[in-house]
């Protein structure tokens, strides 16, 4: 584990902090009638709370604080929410939200234990999210009640999910409800959490294989210059960037998912609305998606513990926009959607294939205490590799079954298999002449119809 002292944020030898008896420092709030641009390292005023990130004891690694209320103490880069700050930026114009206004987390303490976990102390393990993030009235109560303004960045409940896939895997006796994981409705009962990314520039920097400096740099040349502090405070290590966060939903114990002797089935899903939500057929998400539920299901039924972790990363991080003219590139091509040119279509769009990386992505595993999974429902050789390098066995990789593939999604899976994804028993022989001759849907895009070319307002 990396020592603390070298990652702490410390306030400059000349300032003295106000602090009171029990070692908590005094807040003090800023008068939100004026817009500062940036703070800089030496500014007058300048005294951000001290974080040592990955020390396990949460006073001594210091609260995360990235509220407008405190910006002399401030200690990370951001706004808490991610890209819905700016929604709260619109409630405030519109008279709706009082700017001073501070959360009432009273009755919004988890409904269920996670961690601590000796993982929760190693930056190599968890650097994209705050593991203490949703003990924030627990852990952090003595500075709530001196008036801090600490919002939590991970939320904890129970519920019940209701799918029309579960339903009908009831129905035709996959399924067999049992009253405590599965209602005789159909409806499945989860634990779940909700994580907001709170990054750790040092690690995150490590693990895409450069400088701070340059990711830095990077992020802030690639977001416009919205946030200088990027460069102007190297002091403060800790960014809120504004993204989609993830979801965590586990089917039976979550204290079980530590025990390694304990059956686990898991599946990391990347965010795909066409797909999840509307049902579109052109990929296997929602395909991909229910059949884990269905096997963490089964697996919480036969004692063990299934997790589905739900990433929003749409269009492999690259938007639904991108997506979207990606898809009419594939469908327009000469030859058409055919899986040979799959991969080669996002990269004339987008300029690269894939922008998920999966470098962050085993960070919730480790905040739940994961060390082996039994059963994971992914094809994903990048999924596979990440989660693996950082520690965790993988036992069985599963694959989507056959008939759960919709027929316009044969390019895609075709494309992923010859490319390198794990085949399973499944897709084994898919070779180059599968690859050539595997094509998907047509659509009439540009108005051509008995061969004729109709008029149109389609720009190519």
């Given at each position: 584990?990396?020592?603390p002292?070298?990652?702490?944020?410390?306030?400059?030898?000349?300032?003295?902090?106000?602090?009171?008896?029990?070692?908590?420092?005094?807040?003090?709030?800023?008068?939100?009638?004026?817009?500062?641009?940036?703070?800089?390292?030496?500014?007058?005023?300048?005294?951000?709370?001290?974080?040592?990130?990955?020390?396990?004891?949460?006073?001594?690694?210091?609260?995360?604080?990235?509220?407008v209320?405190h910006?002399?103490?401030?200690?990370?880069?951001?706004?808490?929410?991610?890209?819905?700050?700016?929604?709260?930026?619109?409630?405030?114009?519109?008279?709706?939200?009082?700017?001073?206004?501070?959360?009432?987390?009273k009755?919004?303490?988890?409904?269920?234990?996670?961690?601590?976990?000796?993982s929760?102390?190693?930056?190599?393990?968890?650097?994209?999210?705050?593991?203490?993030?949703?003990?924030?009235?627990?852990?952090?109560?003595?500075y709530?009640?001196?008036?801090?303004?600490i919002?939590?960045?991970?939320?904890?409940?129970?519920?019940?999910?209701?799918l029309?896939?579960?339903?009908e895997?009831?129905?035709?006796?996959?399924?067999?409800?049992?009253?405590?994981?599965?209602?005789e409705?159909?409806q499945?009962?989860?634990?779940?959490?909700?994580?907001?990314?709170?990054?750790?520039?040092?690690?995150?920097?490590?693990?895409?294989?450069?400088t701070?400096?340059?990711?830095?740099?990077?992020?802030?040349?690639?977001?416009?210059?919205?946030?200088?502090?990027?460069?102007?405070?190297?002091?403060?290590?800790?960014?809120?960037?504004?993204?989609?966060?993830?979801?965590?939903?586990?089917w039976?114990?979550?204290?079980?998912?530590?025990?390694?002797?304990?059956?686990?089935?898991?599946?990391?899903?990347?965010?795909?609305?066409?797909?999840?939500?509307?049902g579109?057929?052109?990929?296997?998400?929602?395909?991909?998606l229910?059949?884990?539920?269905e096997?963490?299901i089964?697996?919480?039924?036969?004692?063990?513990?299934?997790?589905?972790?739900?990433?929003?990363?749409?269009?492999?991080?690259?938007?639904?926009?991108?997506?979207?003219?990606?898809?009419?590139?594939?469908?327009?091509?000469?030859?058409?959607?055919?899986?040979?040119?799959?991969?080669?279509?996002?990269?004339k769009v987008?300029?690269?294939?894939?922008?998920?990386?999966?470098?962050l992505?085993?960070?919730?595993?480790?905040?739940?205490?994961?060390?082996k999974i039994?059963?994971f429902?992914?094809?994903?050789?990048?999924?596979?590799?990440?989660?693996?390098?950082?520690?965790?066995?993988?036992?069985?990789?599963?694959?989507?079954?056959?008939?759960?593939?919709?027929?316009?999604?044969?390019?895609?899976?075709?494309?992923k298999?010859f490319?390198?994804?794990?085949?399973?028993?499944?897709?084994?022989?898919?070779?180059?002449?599968?690859?050539?001759?595997t094509?998907?849907?047509?659509?009439?895009?540009?108005g051509?119809?008995?061969?004729?070319?109709k008029?149109?307002?389609?720009?190519?």
């Amino acid at each position: 584990m990396s020592n603390p002292a070298s990652n702490s944020t410390t306030a400059p030898p000349s300032k003295k902090r106000k602090e009171s008896t029990d070692s908590i420092p005094v807040p003090e709030f800023t008068q939100l009638d004026y817009v500062n641009l940036t703070s800089h390292t030496d500014a007058f005023g300048v005294d951000p709370i001290p974080i040592s990130w990955g020390h396990p004891d949460p006073l001594v690694r210091g609260p995360v604080i990235c509220t407008v209320r405190h910006s002399s103490q401030r200690n990370a880069i951001g706004a808490h929410s991610g890209s819905y700050c700016i929604y709260t930026g619109l409630a405030v114009a519109a008279g709706k939200l009082n700017p001073d206004y501070v959360p009432n987390l009273k009755l919004t303490s988890p409904v269920f234990n996670i961690g601590p976990h000796k993982s929760w102390s190693d930056p190599k393990k968890i650097s994209s999210i705050d593991p203490f993030g949703h003990l924030i009235t627990n852990v952090y109560g003595g500075y709530l009640d001196k008036g801090f303004d600490i919002r939590p960045t991970i939320a904890v409940t129970k519920a019940h999910i209701d799918l029309p896939e579960t339903r009908e895997a009831v129905a035709l006796g996959r399924l067999v409800p049992d009253g405590k994981i599965l209602l005789e409705s159909g409806q499945s009962i989860v634990s779940k959490a909700a994580i907001e990314p709170v990054w750790y520039l040092p690690e995150i920097a490590r693990r895409f294989g450069c400088t701070e400096s340059v990711l830095r740099q990077s992020i802030f040349r690639m977001t416009n210059g919205m946030y200088p502090e990027l460069i102007t405070r190297p002091d403060i290590k800790i960014f809120l960037p504004p993204i989609g966060g993830l979801t965590i939903y586990i089917w039976g114990d979550p204290d079980t998912i530590p025990d390694e002797d304990i059956e686990l089935t898991c599946r990391v899903h990347d965010e795909c609305n066409g797909s999840d939500v509307f049902g579109s057929d052109i990929c296997t998400c929602r395909p991909y998606l229910t059949h884990a539920i269905e096997e963490c299901i089964k697996t919480a039924q036969r004692g063990g513990a299934g997790i589905v972790i739900y990433y929003r990363k749409e269009g492999r991080s690259l938007g639904e926009v991108t997506k979207y003219l990606v898809y009419n590139t594939r469908k327009r091509q000469e030859g058409g959607d055919s899986a040979e040119n799959y991969f080669a279509c996002t990269e004339k769009v987008a300029g690269v294939q894939d922008t998920r990386f999966q470098a962050l992505m085993p960070d919730p595993l480790h905040f739940l205490g994961v060390t082996k999974i039994h059963n994971f429902i992914s094809m994903s050789d990048m999924k596979y590799n990440a989660i693996v390098s950082t520690g965790i066995e993988i036992v069985n990789r599963v694959e989507i079954p056959k008939e759960l593939v919709p027929d316009d999604a044969q390019v895609e899976i075709t494309a992923k298999v010859f490319h390198g994804y794990n085949a399973g028993k499944a897709y084994q022989g898919i070779d180059e002449k599968e690859l050539k001759k595997t094509v998907g849907r047509e659509y009439d895009y540009d108005g051509k119809a008995n061969g004729e070319k109709k008029d149109t307002n389609v720009i190519e």
